[in-house]
């Protein structure tokens, strides 16, 4: 019974806390807080950071409600701007159909520490949007503040090393999305000399790195990625480095997913290691194809793929077959199976053949293509090279029933590259051709 | 004849140069530009510096006329809005109400040095507008942008001393815009021990400092400016610092004129003094009165002031002629002028009643206010003393017949006074309302 | 035969080195070395490196021989300085009694890279020193010069933290020689914001801290080691801080061995504390007794410790049984053997009497003495308290029967002790008084 | 008879200070001052800078007698040493033959501020030295520490430029004195992008440059220092950068004369300039010949220049006219006597044979010899021209006639032209040769 009436009184405490939280918006959004928002910033602050989710959801609503445009004023605007485009009539426009609570978000970030308490905000927005449509109203002008104030033009590009914080590398190991980092010894590694590790940061946010790129210094275009991240590999001597690769982008910030960063900070980096190392002509990607194995479970009709060429049919199926066994992710039963079957080249082909058209088809696709294929094809790079048996972990067979990818950044050709692709066109290298 | 063949040779250079650069803006705003706007950018920006003053403006107005909003396609998402306050309905109403220029803008900001060419293109926007009042909604364009990017969230405090870089003291000399710097000797003299000068940064523009604050550590609240910027005086020693007394706040970025950051810079370094020398407890403005003289001139009739003191009003008469005689700068003659009438303290209040009236009174109004009493009330500051032959330097008289005045910031105060003054009331000190 | 044939090949390579190496210090040595040491260091510097460690001892015995002062002209400039003092004299006496070699070390030490290649030789020498006892005139020189140039005046200590670079960090958990660092997390417990580390860096080599302490910032002088390097112990918070303890002090490298830096590192961080936490009033080691065990082991007299009271004599060899089983390191073992025993009070005090016995009287001993005793005690500590089963670690257990002990610093003490210490008295507080 | 008084009390309160110095100076020197040097050695440095240089010289007086060898220990030890070589009589030999006073001053040095100290005490012995010869003891002790604690090695170059903290670049201004400095729009053009200023730093004078050189970038060897020092020139474009001239090298610190630095400077500026600029082939001074107008008054016969050729006699007599004439410094003077005569390439050739003569022969004397010749020859540096009216300023005239000199560093031929310098060989250009 005690705890019973703990957890009222904890309840109203967190009611009244919500309750202050409202009443900061309203100040600051008046005269007083025009003068001094620092002071009421803060205090918004505080109370923001006590509230439990719950709250932060009817906080979020009350955003979403209140502090919106007053639909008689934005129509009134509108038919004055439709009689006459007068400087006096678009500036009355644009202050009426602008959200209020845009200018309650800038009056925010004035505070010291106003910016992370902003994008802390959409963090939790985000995660509970699905369940709360009625949100998006507020997500909209989150996206559209924090895509201005996270402007790469802003953004500043650092070398991270072995001679970085530990602070800030602890940071890489936590956030590492697509190859895990497997503790100190393994981040070492990747930090050694024919290694190179970029982050983007903002001056508000001054130990938080926003989004990360791994890359390694080699020879040649690598096939595979256990080689690149094996932390035993001696590092190479600067005469070997021929290619740069970019074998990991992992974003630091749920709170910025969807402000546009990495295809920026891929352009930098290599155009950082272009001036550093003269030497290195090829840039490109290793990447996986997180959507592979899914599209080839759902699909059943080849005929797109194979056209009239009526064996190769056949041997597309039986591809898929020897594919999904893969995507289960057991590598010795696949081994086995392997060995059974004694895979002829012309299977082979098949299998890379299905992998192709994924990338190359259903890149351009609005929804079911592969997102990382999207992030590089729509960023300018080419469809350079399939990989077969690229990625052998057990994540790369489920996923991609072990194929991989290289994306290849031509920065003579990306914009002519983008721009195709804006137009259902996706670039590729002629071993990609021979195979569609 | 020659030169004629060249200048139009040179004037054909400058309108395919104009044209280029219009085209830069096309496809900037294009797909192709959404994929690589450094590269664009950079182009565009060396376009946008080869072009004279002329071109510019054409420049100005086709950003004015053909990257403005749909009048129509502006109404109808109002008629949609105004049924049905949708998440869609609104996101689309602010994407057609929003000029397109506001997005060039952006990824123009995205290359390097984009930033410092939105500035300097606003400059000479400023310079021109009264001329080509047409650009207006290009203006309200530029200060919505600059004012979100320039926000005080995002501007870096730095103290400025006689160790910072000689190229960022340099600036200081330039830009000092109340009481001129008499060289590097007068210089060193404000940055000693017992001064302090503290200007805010933008992460973009490392080396330009955008505004700076000159502040004196002394035993008082002084009267008078001639000691506080005497470079022969001896510096005070820590334990005489009792107050900060702001003299000069400047301005170096025309092209960041109207956006707010003198304020905040004011409480910013009141609360760094007052953290490290927790001893001075007066933060307060030794400020000039430019409108003071003006005013003067053209006020016949002080009713307002006297009210029914019959008396009184003779000898404010009697003291706006004392006072446009000082502004008339010839300190020698004012001196034997004054000798001749030997002012009696009743003359002297007569004469200080008349500016307080002026600051009390006509900071309020819209239009003819004291540009600094403005700006210090609406802060949130207190009219604290009216200071007679407080700047008797030529400019002072000419503006202010020789007044100066010292407005308190008391940081707990200072909302509560801006709300006050939002409503027409100036807050003063009891001095002051003795003599209102 | 091959393998032969190599390395004989080899052995004449190295041959060809030592030539090469000893000629470049001849050079160095001559007017061309004088002109241009820089040079011809790095082509001395490349050949040390390359020389096994068996001709290194031939290089340094030539050295050692062939650099040393001429007996002849000593004695010709003690003769003439006896009879008179003159400056050209003196001049001239220190001249030739200063070994050549010191010269030629100055003049490797003008290179860059000289100073780490100096420390570099010392250590190899003195890894070599017992072996070759000829070698003890180099290492006289070295040490002598070792100690001006690294000149506690010349050190810069700096704070190390989780945000210090992880090339840094990783030479703490290499070099901590009194409580083994157990991998990056234990670290990071150990720079948690209750814990602090300074290290001493010279200008010369700057990535390589020389010698770190590591304290805890704690409520009341700790008694055991275990909590203070619990990697799982909650942090404290600030205002528990009242004591600090250094519990741990090592240095990072060999080739400094006998260079006084960890006295004045001590002082510097103390004073450093103290300014920064001035509600912290006591500067404390937690020590271990590296040398207990093995003197308990010699010792079989104790009439110096109890004296003419008969009864004592008896426990203090009971006593003695009951350290040395400690010493073995079994700590389940210990513990059922004192559970059958049950100690009593006066057994227990018996124990820490024998402790406090070895560190009083022996400290002050020219040989025997424990090492850490000395240290602290020559620093001008005071022997603060016993602290039975300090430390139940194996080696805890194996060296001092689990026991530690605390050495205070009283900053206003420390020159007063120091002196009494250097004419053999240990100053000590009363409870330990009670043990003597 | 008030001030008679108070001179007495003056004089009392000083003999009191020199005594606590003395006193201090011992305690430091015993056990105790070994404990803790800083809080004795900060005492020590606040009852030094309080002495008046009359009692300094008694200071060092003591010093100088009181902290000396004891030459029975040193005989004895000498005698020793003679007997047997063994590491033991050795380091007795040292331990008695060094002054006890260099312990004092490494005590000092332990001291934060002590390094300061110490250099400023040396600046007041060498202002003293010759008055009080009893010294030079002292002067030859704080020589020798001083050199080895500012080694190059110890030494940082930094880049002086615009960017640089006006505190140093004041100092720069303050310390040139070669062509003076005429404020800061002078010192502006100095560190134009085609100039270039190095100065060497040590870790304990941080804010303190102790020499500078200053670089200018040009496309030929320069004749002439008006043009480089002209501050209105235009700066020159990086293309036209094809030498380095060095044409101003001055120390900033009297307590470091005769430490070696400048020759060290030079070097790596060069080496720097080479990396960074690699198509500088040249690197070169400009230098003034103080030495020569003087050289030349006291000089009647040139039979050691003109050999056997009779007729070059009368004509060099004649030259040493003219040049006198200049030396007077009257510039317009000077024209009219030129224009009167109007100069001969014969006459010409013969002034330029006098100065080419002057550097030859004189530079390799012990006395009398040209300081600057010295320096650079000494360094290993080339005679590489000699240029007529190089130096019109008064100051240029008065002292050379109007001459200056190439000195030309190729930095793959200093050792050796050192080394024949050494052995009495100036090294000169052929230009040279044909006047020799």
Redesign the interface.
Known sequence: MLDGLKTVARKASQTRALKALLEDCNVLM???G???S???GNQLIAHFERLPEDKLISFFEHLANDF??D??E??A???D??TQ?S?GH??R??QV???PRQELF?RI????G??ATIVGMRRTLLRNLRAH??L??LE?DLL??LS??F????L?MQKVD??????L?EKLIEHEAVHEID??DDL?RRLAPDRRCFAFFH??LPDEPLIFVEVALVPDIPAAIAPLIDKKSPPLTTDQFKAAIFYSISNCQPGLRGVSMG??LI?RVAEQLHRELPQIKTFCTLSPIPGFAAWLQGTTDFRHIHGKKRGLGLRLSEAKDVLLEASKGDLSALASANAQRSLTPVQVAAQMRLCSAYLAHQSVATSGADPVARFHL???ARLERINFLGDLSRKGLKQACGMMVNYLYDLQQ???N??KF?HGEVVHARGVAALL
């Not at 970030?109 to 010291?112: C, D, I, K, L, S």
């Not at 402007?151 to 802003?154: D, I, K, L, S, V």
């Not at 072995?162 to 602070?167: K, T, V």
């Open positions: 008046s005269e007083r025009e003068a001094n620092v002071t009421i919106s445009p639909p008689k934005v129509l605007a509108a038919q701007y439709a485009q400087a678009l500036k426009l644009m159909s602008e959200p800038r970030n004035r505070t010291p106003g910016t449509p009625e998006q109203v909209d559209h503040l201005s104030w402007n790469p033009g802003f500043e072995w001679g970085s914080p530990a602070r590398l503790g100190w070492r001056p508000q295809n920026f352009k729509d960023n300018g990306v914009e002519a983008h721009e804006v």
